[in-house]
Structures are given as structure tokens and as C-alpha cells.
């Protein structure tokens, strides 16, 4: 049972654009999201969060948007440079579950196109 | 600061045996979580060990078990070992939690053949 999904596996963008990464989870219970970015041969590092309470976080290029009524939430990069290229992954989880553990989805990979 | 170290980078082991892999938490860190990430899959949580005890564990067989030290370093041992176990199995720290996000190491890349 998947409750993080993230049905776009890959994603190509120009340099300069912007690069949206979507997530959908099926949980009602999570109120707290994460998004982390991956490079080859390198473990994920956390790039952004977003509780529940919140519909958007920003944090320089990286803006998390959250729609709790259709359970989604997004990443934008603004404007998307060649660096940014690696997989992405969205993480969800709820403070009251005293389980300290993320539910991660599969993964989108970017590709910015200099 | 050091971040999270995983080792070894690479295993090869044969099926039915036994695989040890390590993580050092960046200092000051007390919780450990080990994921696995098979191929074509997200990360699947499988253990967190907080001040040496364990605290949770994901939905995996008891063949898959670990230990935290008093120093927070922790091992994961995984008991006969079955092909599918092939995978990258990565460790991450924390001082509080999820909230602030993992750091995670470069994990271990176990390969059963």
C-alpha cells in the first residue's frame, strides 16, 4: 500500500523554468511533509518541509505548496539551474504517531537541460 | 562536522548468508534510522534506535535486526540473507526528529547473489 505516491518518475525542464514535482498521499493522518533531493552515489538531503497547518513554504528557489483537501502537495523551483538535477523525493509523516518515521515516495528524477 | 558515515560502501554476499552494515551519526546526534531503497522503490523505513534502545520498526522480517552503541553508532544485521534483500540501505540521524529533516549517509549498496 503505497500512501506516498509520486506518479511522474522522471521530469525534463529547461534552464531558466520552472520545475513542478507533484506527490499525492492517501494518509489523512499525516500533517507534516518533507521533500528531499538525491544525487547519484550521494544518501537524499533535505531540501524543504511544510506542515499541515501551512499551505506554503518557501525557502529561496524552493517553494512546497500543500492542498490537504486533495491530499497533494507540489515542489517548485524557481528558476531551475542544471545543479538541480537529481531525484526527488516527497516524505510525509504525523507528529502524533510517535513512530519518529517518514513514509517517502518512489521518486521523480529531474533533468534541467542547460 | 563529519557527516553520517555508512560502511561498507559496497557488499557482495551469497545467499543464506549474513550481512553487517555500520552508520556513525553526526556527533551530537542520538537517533538512528536505517531505510532500505530496493530498486524501483521509495525508501522503506526499517529501524529506529534512539538513546540504544530500539523505538520502532517498519514492516520487514525479524531477520533484519540492529543494535545502537553507547557511543550512537548502530549496526544492521540482516540473517539469511535472500536475493531480494538486494538493495541500497541507507542510515540517517537526527537530534530531535523528522521535523527537521534526516541527514542521511551515502548508504551501503548489498548485493545477495
Known amino acids: 500500500d503505497q500512501q506516498v505516491k509520486q506518479n511522474s518518475p522522471s521530469l525534463s525542464v529547461q534552464e531558466g523554468r520552472i520545475s513542478i514535482l507533484n506527490c499525492d498521499y492517501t494518509?489523512?493522518?499525516?500533517?507534516?511533509f518533507l521533500w528531499y533531493k538525491k544525487y547519484p552515489a550521494e544518501g537524499p538531503t533535505f531540501l524543504i518541509s511544510?506542515?499541515?497547518?501551512?499551505d506554503k513554504n518557501e525557502d529561496g528557489r524552493f517553494t512546497v505548496f500543500l492542498n490537504k483537501s486533495a491530499k497533494h502537495l507540489s515542489l517548485h523551483i524557481v528558476p531551475s539551474q542544471p545543479g538541480d538535477s537529481a531525484v526527488y523525493f516527497c516524505?510525509?509523516?504525523?507528529?502524533?504517531?510517535?513512530?519518529?518515521?517518514?513514509?517517502f515516495g518512489t521518486g521523480t528524477l529531474l533533468a534541467v537541460q542547460p | 562536522e563529519a557527516g553520517v558515515t555508512q560502511s561498507p560502501t559496497h557488499l557482495i554476499k551469497t545467499r543464506g548468508q549474513q550481512a553487517t552494515l555500520r552508520c556513525s551519526p553526526i556527533?551530537?546526534?542520538?537517533?538512528v534510522y536505517w531505510y532500505q531503497q530496493a530498486l524501483g522503490l521509495g525508501l522503506q523505513f526499517l529501524l529506529w534506535?534512539?538513546?540504544?534502545?530500539?523505538?520502532n520498526r517498519g514492516n520487514f522480517p525479524p531477520r533484519f535486526s540492529g543494535r545502537q552503541f553507547p557511543n550512537y553508532s548502530s549496526e544492521l544485521n540482516v540473517n539469511a540473507l535472500e536475493l531480494e534483500d538486494s538493495a541500497l540501505y541507507l542510515c540517517?540521524?537526527?537530534?530531535?526528529?523528522?521535523?527537521?529533516?534526516?541527514?542521511f549517509g551515502s548508504g551501503t549498496r548489498l548485493t545477495v547473489v
Open positions: 556527533s551530537g546526534h542520538t537517533s
Open positions: 534506535y534512539d538513546e540504544g534502545e530500539e523505538r
Open positions: 540517517a540521524s537526527s537530534k530531535t526528529g523528522f521535523w527537521d529533516g534526516y541527514t
Open positions: 494518509n489523512s493522518m499525516f500533517d507534516y
Open positions: 516524505a510525509a509523516s504525523y507528529y502524533g504517531g510517535a513512530t519518529n518515521k517518514l513514509i
Open positions: 511544510i506542515s499541515s497547518i501551512k
